[in-house]
C-alpha cells in the first residue's frame, strides 16, 4: 500500500510519493485526466516491468490518493521561488534606478529636473529590500522550517516596510506629474531618453514612471504572494497559522499606507499658507461659507461660555502646547537675529577709525590700525558667517513651520465641524455624505497631527539648538580673533603689561577724571551768556519772521541763543540765531522753564533760558522812525535787549515787506484760494497740514486758503515806517 499523503516538509516528501508523482505533472494535463483512460505510462508499470492486475489496481488507486498533496507542496514550492526570485529581481531593478539612472541624471546637471522629488526615499526602500532579500535567500537551506522563516521575516520587516514605503507612496502622485511635465518639453524628454538608452536599453522603458512604480507594485503584491504560499499549505501544518499572521500583517501594512496616503492628501490641501488679498476674500463669500463660519463662530463662543462641552484630547493638547512653544522660540529668536544682523550692518557702515584729527603716532594711531584691520577682514566675515550659519537654517526653519501651523488652526475649524454633525447625528441618526466626508476629514487631521507632531517637534528643537550653538560658537570664535589681531597692538600701548587688576583700576580712575571734566565742562557751558551780537537772517528766516510777526505780534518774538538739540517727545530742535514765537510760558506740567512757542511751522517745547527777546535791527533811514521809550542821544544797534528790559520797546511797527502774487492761480478745490498777479496776501503758514512748504495757508480778502508757495514773492514796501528786518 502507498503510504497516505502527510508531508513532513514543504520540500521534502517522501521518496516513494515522489518517484511515482513526477512522471503524471506534464503541464499540459489536468487532475481530472491524469490516467484515467488506462494509459501504459503509469506508476505501478515503472515500479514492475510485468505488474498483474492486482497491483495496477493498487496503483491506480494510490495516485487519486497522493495526487492532491504533492500538487498542493509543489505549488507551495513554486509560489515561494516566486517570491524570491521577484524580489531578487525587483532590487536589481532599483539598484539600475539609484545607481545608474539617477546617477546618470545627475551628472548632466539639469537644474530644471527634481531628482528628489523624482526619486523620493528610493534609497531607503532599497537599504530594506536588500536586507529583506538577504533574510530570503537564507531559508532556502531551512527544509521543513522555510516556511516559518518566511513568515518570521516579514513580521520582522513589517514596520521599516510601511515606514519607507508609506512616504514613497505619498510621494508618488507628484513624481508622476513631474514626469508628465517632463514629457512636455522635447529638450528634457530627449535628456531623460538617452539616460535609459544609455543605462537601461534591455528594458525598453520610455520613460522614468516605469521604475517608479515599482516600489508602488511590489509592496501591495506581498500579500498576494504569501496568500498564495497559504493556498498551497495543509491547515494541520505548523507554519499554517504563522503565514496566516503574515499575510494579515501586510495586508495591514498596505491599508496603514493607503490610510498615510489620504491623511496626506489632507493635509497638502490645509497645509499651504494663502496670502489672499481682502478682495480675494470677498470674492470666496457666499451663502455657504457665511452659514458655515456662523455656525464656527457660535459654537466657540459657546465653547468660551461653558454652554456646551469642548472635545478634549489631552495628547493632542500635549503636542500641540509643546508645538506652539517651539514656534513661538523660532519667532523670537528670528526677531533678535534679526535685530542682531541689522546692528552689526549699521556698526559696518560707518568708519569709526577714520576722523579729522591728524595724529602720526601714539595710542590713537595704534587704534586706528586696529580697527582698520577688523572692519576690513574680521566683521564681514563675521557678518556672512552669521548669515549663513544661523539666519537661512533660521528661515528655513520658520518656512518649516507654516505647514503644520495652517494644520493646527484647520484642526479648530473641523473640529467645530466635527462636534456640530456628531450632535446633529446623535439627534436623528444619521447624517448626509458630505458631513460624513467632513468627519472624516477632521479625524484624518487629528491622526496625522497626532502621528507626526512629536517626531516635528523633536527634530524642531534640535535644529533650534543647533543654530544657538552655531551662533555661540561664532561668538566665541570673534571674540578670539579680535583678541588675536589686538595683541600685538595692546603690547605697544603704555598699560600692555599692566596686570589685568591694574588695569581696570587705571581705567576707573581715568574714567572718573573724565567724567568729572565733562561735567565741569557742561556746566560752564551752560552758564556762560552768549554775546549779544546781530545774528544775520536768510531771505527764508526774514519770510519767516514776517509770517510770525503776522500771527502773533513783534511783542511775541524770541531769538534762540544757543543750539539747541530735542530730547524729549515734543521737544524742538533748533539753531542759534533762529526766531521763535512764544505761545505759552509753561509746558503742559505748568514748568515754566520749558515754553511752547512756534518755530514757523513745526510747534514743540524749548528752555526758556536759552530764549532771549527778539530786537529787529534799527536802521536810520529816510522815511524811517523808531520810537522808543529810552529817547537818549545815542541810537545803537542790537539784536539782542539789556537783560533788564523782558520786551522790545516799540511804538509803532511797520514792516518793510509784504508778500505779493506773483502770478494768477485758479482755486481747484474748496481748500484753495484764487489770486491775482500783484493781489496782496497774508501769509498765515509757510506750508500745509503735511509739513510741505510747496504750499502756503494764507488770507486774500478775509477768505483763506491754500495757494502755492512758488505763485508769492515778498517786496519792498514803498512807505516804511519804524522797523526793517537786519540787512
Known amino acids: 500500500m502507498v503510504e497516505q499523503c502527510q508531508p513532513k516538509g514543504p520540500f521534502s516528501p517522501s521518496k516513494s510519493t515522489w518517484a511515482r508523482t513526477e512522471p503524471l505533472l506534464p503541464p499540459a494535463r489536468e487532475e481530472g485526466h491524469l490516467c ?3 494509459h501504459s505510462q503509469c506508476p505501478a508499470e515503472m515500479a514492475s516491468a510485468e505488474p498483474d492486475a492486482e497491483d495496477a489496481a493498487e496503483a491506480e488507486e494510490a495516485v487519486y490518493e497522493v495526487l492532491p498533496c504533492d500538487r498542493m507542496e509543489l505549488s507551495q514550492r513554486l509560489a515561494v521561488e516566486e517570491l524570491i526570485t521577484t524580489e531578487a529581481s525587483y532590487v536589481h531593478n532599483i539598484q539600475l534606478c539609484v ?22 526615499n528610493t534609497d531607503d526602500i532599497l537599504h530594506v529590500s536588500r536586507r529583506f532579500l538577504q533574510g530570503l535567500e537564507a531559508t532556502a537551506g531551512s527544509g521543513q522550517e522555510q516556511l516559518l522563516c518566511i513568515s518570521t521575516l516579514f513580521q520582522e520587516f513589517k514596520e521599516e516596510m510601511e515606514t519607507v514605503y508609506k512616504i514613497y507612496c505619498a510621494s508618488y502622485d507628484h513624481a508622476l506629474q513631474l514626469v508628465e511635465s517632463y514629457r512636455r518639453d522635447p529638450r528634457l ?20 514612471s516605469f521604475f517608479l512604480v515599482m516600489p508602488v507594485q511590489r509592496v501591495t503584491k506581498y500579500p498576494l504572494l504569501l496568500g498564495k504560499i497559504l493556498e498551497n499549505t495543509p491547515s494541520s501544518a505548523s507554519a499554517h497559522s504563522a503565514l496566516e499572521a503574515a499575510a494579515r500583517a501586510m495586508a495591514q501594512v498596505n491599508a496603514n499606507i493607503n490610510e498615510y496616503k489620504r491623511r496626506r492628501e489632507v493635509a497638502t490641501k490645509y497645509n499651504k499658507a494663502e496670502h489672499l488679498t481682502l478682495r480675494d476674500r470677498l470674492a470666496r463669500l457666499n451663502t455657504h461659507s457665511i452659514a458655515k463660519k456662523t455656525t464656527r463662530l457660535s459654537r466657540l463662543l459657546m465653547h468660551e461660555a461653558g454652554i456646551v462641552a469642548k472635545t478634549e484630547d489631552k495628547e493632542y493638547d500635549d503636542l500641540e502646547e509643546k508645538f506652539q512653544c517651539v514656534a513661538s522660540s523660532v519667532a523670537t529668536l528670528k526677531e533678535n537675529v534679526a535685530s542682531y544682523l541689522g546692528h552689526l550692518e549699521a556698526f559696518l557702515l560707518p568708519t569709526p577709525h577714520q576722523s579729522d584729527l591728524q595724529v602720526a603716532e601714539g595710542p590713537a594711531q595704534q587704534y586706528r590700525r586696529l580697527s582698520e584691520r577688523l572692519q576690513s577682514a574680521v566683521f564681514p566675515e563675521f557678518k556672512q558667517r552669521v548669515d549663513r550659519l544661523v539666519w537661512q537654517p533660521l528661515c528655513s526653519l520658520s518656512d518649516m513651520l507654516e505647514g503644520p501651523q495652517q494644520l493646527v488652526k484647520k484642526r479648530l475649524d473641523k473640529l467645530l465641524d466635527y462636534e456640530e454633525i456628531q450632535e446633529r447625528k446623535s439627534e436623528m441618526g444619521s447624517v448626509s455624505y458630505d458631513e460624513e466626508a467632513a468627519m472624516n476629514t477632521y479625524l484624518a487631521i487629528n491622526d496625522l497631527l497626532v502621528a507626526e507632531l512629536p517626531q516635528f517637534n523633536q527634530v524642531a528643537v534640535q535644529l533650534l539648538g543647533q543654530i544657538l550653538r552655531s551662533f555661540s560658537s561664532l561668538q566665541l570664535d570673534l571674540a578670539a580673533q579680535v583678541l588675536h589681531h589686538a595683541e600685538k597692538e595692546l603690547e605697544q600701548l603704555p598699560h600692555g603689561h599692566m596686570p589685568l587688576p591694574s588695569f581696570w583700576k587705571v581705567v576707573e580712575d581715568s574714567l572718573q577724571q573724565s567724567g568729572a571734566q565733562l561735567r565741569a565742562f557742561c556746566q560752564a557751558f551752560e552758564t556762560v551768556t552768549p554775546s549779544p551780537g546781530a545774528q544775520p537772517l536768510t531771505p527764508a528766516e526774514e519770510r519767516k519772521v514776517l509770517s510770525l510777526v503776522s500771527k502773533h505780534g513783534p511783542d511775541k518774538l524770541y531769538q534762540v541763543t544757543s543750539n539747541i538739540s530735542g530730547h524729549k517727545d515734543l521737544d524742538l530742535t533748533l539753531l542759534r540765531g533762529q526766531v521763535v514765537a512764544l505761545l505759552q510760558s509753561a509746558d503742559t506740567k505748568g514748568n515754566t522753564s520749558r515754553w511752547l512757542v512756534d518755530a514757523g511751522g513745526p510747534r514743540g517745547f524749548v528752555p526758556a533760558a536759552k530764549l532771549r527777546p527778539y530786537s529787529p535791527v534799527q536802521v536810520q533811514q529816510p522815511g524811517m522812525q523808531l520810537l522808543t521809550l529810552d529817547s537818549g542821544p545815542e541810537r545803537r544797534r542790537h539784536s539782542y535787549a539789556s537783560p533788564e528790559a523782558p520786551r522790545p520797546q516799540v511804538a509803532t511797527f511797520t514792516p518793510t515787506f509784504q508778500v505779493v502774487a506773483g502770478f494768477s492761480f485758479a482755486a481747484r478745490s474748496p481748500q484753495e484760494v484764487t489770486l491775482q498777479a500783484g493781489q496782496p496776501v497774508v501769509v498765515l503758514e509757510p506750508h500745509d497740514k503735511k509739513g510741505s512748504t510747496e504750499w502756503s495757508l494764507v488770507e486774500v480778502n478775509g477768505q483763506r486758503g491754500y495757494v502755492p508757495s512758488s505763485y508769492l514773492v515778498t517786496v519792498p514796501v514803498q512807505d516804511p515806517a519804524g522797523w526793517s528786518l537786519p540787512v
Open 99 to 120: 545607481s545608474d539612472i539617477r546617477a546618470h541624471l545627475q551628472k548632466k546637471q539639469l537644474p530644471e529636473l527634481d531628482l528628489e522629488g523624482l526619486f523620493s
Open 36 to 38: 484515467a483512460q488506462g
Open 189 to 208: 524628454q530627449e535628456e531623460i531618453l538617452d539616460t535609459l538608452n544609455a543605462t537601461v536599453p534591455h528594458t525598453g522603458a520610455s520613460d522614468l
